[in-house]
């Protein structure tokens, strides 16, 4: 089992009323909700910071990946 830890933090009464409501409609807990927000916003993040590094490398399309494949094989 994960451990847990407790995050107490104040927003708007406005955003929490409308997260509750949207929590209510949808059958899904609070703690979920925001667990998964803040997981996909970091991973979100990680995944930026990667495309930033990268996106000045060499690209190589299916077609070549498949050409050199098909090449070796025969």
């Known amino acids: 089992m994960n451990e847990t830890a407790t995050l107490s933090t104040i927003i708007d009464a ?3 009323d409308a997260i509750t409501l949207y ?3 949808r059958g899904i807990k609070l703690r979920h909700l925001i667990e998964q927000a803040l997981v996909e916003q970091i991973e979100d993040e990680i995944d930026l910071e990667a ?3 990268r996106r000045n490398e060499e690209r190589v399309s299916l077609e070549e990946v498949l050409s050199k ?5 025969n």
């Open 14 to 16: 406005r955003v929490k």
């Open 23 to 25: 929590c209510k409609e």
């Open 51 to 53: 495309y930033h590094e």
């Open 69 to 73: 494949s098909n090449k070796r094989k």
